[in-house]
Nanobody
């Protein structure tokens, strides 16, 4: 079982930046996809970004393209989500999650992701 510890959430004004971290443990090898998801109150969970371990390919939700960047530090077993030019509509609880295999080009809500972090709150004020 893969376990995650997320951090980096907080309160920021619109236009500001945050960097979320997802430290992972328990990987046993093989290819996997690490995804960042978010869920706002009253809304369905949505996939924000995904990174495939096999070749580093990344995918993004259209609404965050050009503003968010997913990256990894293998030495630290950590995946990051750098979020710039934040908007009030980015307010949500953000989760990282993993599944075997590769990212899908459309990340979706993540029903095939097996392991999830506890989430970190991101609040963007106007």
């Amino acid at each position: 079982e893969v376990q995650f510890v997320e951090s980096g959430g907080g309160l920021v004004q619109a236009g500001g930046s945050l960097r979320l971290s997802c430290e992972a443990s328990g990987f046993t090898g093989g290819d996997y996809a690490i995804g960042w998801f978010r869920q706002a109150p009253g809304k369905e969970r949505e996939g924000v970004s995904c990174l495939s371990s096999y070749d580093g390919t990344t995918y993004y939700l259209d609404s965050v393209k050009g503003r968010f960047t997913i990256s990894r530090d293998n030495a630290k077993n950590t995946v990051y989500l750098q979020m710039n030019s934040l908007k009030t509509e980015d307010t949500a609880v953000y989760y990282c999650a993993a599944k075997s295999g590769w990212c899908a080009s459309v990340i979706g809500s993540g029903p095939r992701y097996d392991d999830w972090g506890q989430g970190t709150q991101v609040t963007v004020s106007s």
